[in-house]
């Protein structure tokens, strides 16, 4: 009965082990980045903000002072007007490594529908999409899963004034 147990436990760390080595190849370096991207911009897409917030480092910071819990709060601002049909896609221009940090830039694409507040919200940020985002991926840990998003750069887009995330009188403003 010894030997068996020994073996169960033998197969259960081969299991893990192998598991974990294969994870580590398809979520290492630039792949790995690219996956969480893919992964963070779905969620969103989908409205799925306590998953968007997990792929959010808690070191996260970005031009408009928000922190992680503001820019998770943002992203719900943002998506909460189109009740009927929200969707986001991301057009991939450009991945580079910089020192620890992978830099994902490309276009984001929204598209959806909701009352008049939506269509203000669509034509404002018309002209901000035209423009590149820029977000900054980082490996938290030794989990080959583990990437983290420290910050989301725009060229062009600026919080408007007086803007608090997560404050419902003042989110149709972003």
């Known amino acids: 009965m010894h030997r068996y147990s020994l073996l169960k436990i033998s197969g259960l760390i081969f299991f893990i082990l192998f598991i974990y080595i294969t994870q580590s190849f398809r ?30 480092s808690e070191e996260y910071s970005d031009q408009w002072q928000f922190n992680n819990d503001e820019i998770a709060l943002a992203l719900r601002d943002y998506a909460k007007h189109f009740f009927l049909y929200f969707q986001a896609n991301w057009e991939n221009n450009s991945i580079r490594k910089v020192s620890e940090t992978f830099h994902i830039t490309g276009n984001l694409k929204i598209d959806g529908k909701g009352n008049q507040v939506t269509e203000m919200i669509m034509q404002e940020s018309k002209k901000h999409l035209l423009h590149p985002f820029t977000f900054h991926w980082i490996k938290s840990s ?25 404050k419902s009188f003042n989110s149709s403003r972003w």
């Open 27 to 56: 979520w290492s370096g630039e792949k790995g980045a690219q996956k969480a991207h893919e992964n963070f911009i779905s969620y969103f897409s989908e409205k799925r903000f306590g998953k968007c917030s997990n792929y959010i």
């Open 142 to 166: 030794p989990l080959p899963w583990s990437w983290k998003l420290i910050k989301i750069e725009h060229s062009k887009l600026e919080a408007p004034s007086g803007y608090v995330p997560g």
